[in-house]
C-alpha cells in the first residue's frame, strides 16, 4: 500500500510570492509557500474542540436575525465528486461490495448536508468517510482508503482473494484534497454557527475577529480557554477559509505590491545600508560616492518590491474559491492567523521568512499568548515553544530550534544547512497601522537583505553587586 499512501501524502510547495523590480539587483525574489492541507505537521492542539462563547457584554448586542451560512463555495464540486462516486461499479470491485455501498451512502449524505446547510451533520458524514485525512503524513486509515477507491483509484484483485490498490492518478490526488477541502470548511462553520448573530459561509472579517474575541472573554461563569484552545480555534478558521494554491492545483498567488517600496545596497565591506525609498537611497549614494566615503555602494541600488498580504481582501480574492475554501498560500494564513489571534489578545512577536536555496520559501507566525507562552504557526498548525531552561523561559534558541523543526516538517528534511531565515520582529515597527501585519512584509524584506532580527531579546544582565555601605552608616553615598 506504499505507492497507495504516498500518492495522497505527497507535498508540494510553492513558486514564487514577491518579485524583484525592473531595475533593481541582488534583491533576490521571495517565493513563499506552504503544504497543502493534506500533509501538514501535528499542531499541538489536536483534537480540542472550538470553544462556544457568546463573549463578555454580548447579551443584549445582537437584534437583528442571525446569519445562517448557506451552500459552501463551490459546492458543484461536490456534487461532481458525489457523482463519480455514485457512478462506480461496486459489483465489478474485488473490495467488499457492503463497504463501498455503505461509503457511497454517506457520499450522498454529505453532499445532500452541504447543500442544505447542514454542517454538523455534513462533518459526521466526512468524518465517517475519513476527512480530514491525517496530519503530518500519518497512516490513512481504511475509511479514506475506501473514499479514495470510489474517487478513482485503481484496485487488482489477488489470487489469494484479497486486493491491492494501484497508483493514485493525478485527477484522484486533487479529488481527495478537495474533499478534504469540503471537511475542512464544514468543521469551522460547524463551530463557529453557534456564535452570536450566526455566521455565513465563507464567514466574514467582522464575523471571524468577533468569535475570536468571545472565545478570549467568555461571560462570567464561563471558563477561561486555555492558550492551546485559541490556537486551535485560529487554526481551524485559517484551515477552513484557505486552501493552499498547490492543493487546489493552481499557481502561486502575487498580491498587489506593498506602497512605498523601500531601497537598500551594500558597501564594500559588505554593510547593508537600508532607505524609505529609492530616491534617498540614490541620493545618498551620490553623496557617498563623491566624499569617497566607506559608505558609498559597491553596486547597484536595490529596490524592495514586497508583495505581502496586509489587508483581508488580498487573502479572499486570489481566483476563483475551490472546495469551500478561498485559494491561497502561506502568508495568506500568516496573515489570517495574525487577525484572528490579535483579535484574541495575542501579541504578534513577528513573522519569519524562510528561503530554500531553489528560492522556494515559506513563512511562519510567532505570537505571545496573555499567559506568557510563545507559540509558532506554520499554515494552520502550530506548535509551542519549550524553554529548554525553565528557570530562564523560552530563549531565541528554543525559538530556532521549534521553527526549524517545523520548516523540516513542512519540507521532509533534517538538513537545513542552506535555508536561509530572516526574522522581522514587531515590535521594531512603527505604531502606525498594523505593525502584526506589517511584520509579514517586513520579514519579507529582511529575506531580500539577507538580514535577520531577534525575536526574543535576551534578558537584562542582573545588576551589578552594589558597593559596601560607606562607614558613616547612612547606607548610601554621603553627598557635600
Known amino acids: 500500500m506504499k505507492d497507495f499512501k504516498d500518492a495522497v501524502e505527497r507535498s508540494s510547495t510553492s513558486s514564487t510570492s514577491s518579485q524583484q523590480s525592473p531595475g533593481s539587483s541582488n534583491s533576490n525574489p521571495i517565493m513563499l509557500a506552504g503544504r497543502p492541507p493534506i500533509n501538514l505537521a501535528n499542531p499541538t492542539g489536536k483534537g480540542i474542540p472550538l470553544y462556544q462563547s457568546q463573549g463578555a457584554g454580548n447579551t443584549n448586542a ?7 451560512p448557506g451552500t459552501p463555495i463551490d459546492v458543484a464540486q461536490m456534487e461532481t465528486l458525489n457523482s463519480r462516486v455514485q457512478s462506480f461499479n461496486v459489483k465489478r470491485s474485488p473490495v467488499d461490495h457492503q463497504q463501498l455501498k455503505d461509503a457511497q451512502q454517506h457520499f450522498q449524505a454529505a453532499t445532500d448536508a452541504l447543500k442544505a446547510g447542514d454542517y454538523k451533520k455534513a462533518e459526521a458524514e466526512l468524518n465517517t468517510l475519513g476527512f480530514p485525512l491525517p496530519k503530518g503524513g500519518g497512516q490513512l486509515g481504511d475509511a479514506a482508503r475506501t473514499s479514495a477507491i470510489l474517487l478513482g483509484t485503481p484496485v487488482h484483485g489477488r489470487k489469494d482473494g484479497g486486493w491491492q490498490a494501484g497508483t493514485m492518478s493525478e485527477a484522484t490526488q486533487q479529488a481527495m484534497k478537495d474533499m478534504n477541502g469540503f471537511a475542512a470548511n464544514a468543521k469551522m462553520i460547524n463551530r463557529l454557527a453557534s456564535a452570536p448573530g450566526g455566521v455565513s459561509n465563507p464567514p466574514t472579517e467582522a464575523q471571524v475577529t468577533q468569535y475570536m474575541r468571545d472565545l478570549a472573554n467568555p461571560p462570567k461563569g464561563r471558563p477561561q480557554p486555555t492558550s492551546q484552545q485559541v ?15 498547490s492543493a487546489a492545483g493552481r499557481q502561486d498567488p502575487i498580491y498587489d505590491g506593498n506602497p512605498t517600496p523601500r531601497a537598500f545596497y551594500k558597501d564594500r565591506a559588505g554593510r547593508t545600508h537600508e532607505f524609505p525609498s529609492l530616491a534617498d537611497a540614490k541620493t545618498a549614494a551620490t553623496a557617498a560616492r563623491a566624499h569617497r566615503s566607506p559608505d558609498a555602494p559597491s553596486g547597484r541600488i536595490n529596490q524592495m518590491i514586497a508583495r505581502s498580504p496586509d ?3 488580498d487573502v479572499t480574492s486570489q481566483g476563483a474559491p475551490r472546495a469551500g475554501r478561498y485559494i491561497g498560500d502561506c502568508e495568506s494564513k500568516v496573515y489570517m492567523q495574525t487577525r484572528l489571534l490579535t483579535s484574541a489578545g495575542f501579541t504578534s512577536v513577528g513573522s519569519i521568512n524562510v528561503q530554500r536555496p531553489d528560492g522556494i520559501g515559506h513563512m511562519l507566525g510567532v505570537f505571545k499568548a496573555p499567559d506568557g507562552t510563545t507559540w509558532v504557526t506554520s499554515n494552520e498548525d502550530f506548535r509551542q515553544v519549550s524553554p529548554s531552561n525553565a528557570k530562564a523561559g523560552v530563549t531565541q534558541a528554543d525559538l530556532d530550534a521549534t521553527v526549524h523543526q517545523m520548516t523540516g516538517e513542512v519540507y521532509h528534511t533534517r538538513d537545513l544547512r542552506a535555508y536561509t531565515f530572516s526574522s522581522a520582529a514587531t515590535a521594531n515597527l512603527p505604531t502606525t497601522g498594523d505593525p502584526a501585519v506589517g511584520s509579514i512584509r517586513r520579514s519579507s524584506e529582511m529575506g531580500m537583505m539577507r538580514r535577520t532580527e531577534v525575536l526574543i531579546p535576551p534578558p537584562p544582565p542582573p545588576p551589578a553587586q552594589s558597593q559596601a555601605v560607606p562607614g558613616n552608616g547612612s547606607g548610601g553615598p554621603t553627598h557635600p
Do not use: C, E, N, V
Not at 445582537?62 to 445562517?68: E, H, I, L, N, S
Not at 490556537?231 to 494554491?245: L, S, V
Open 231 to 245: 490556537m486551535q480555534a485560529a487554526g481551524d478558521i485559517t484551515g477552513g477559509m484557505i486552501m493552499h494554491y
Open 311 to 313: 489587508q483581508w481582501s
Open 62 to 68: 445582537q437584534k437583528a436575525a442571525p446569519a445562517r
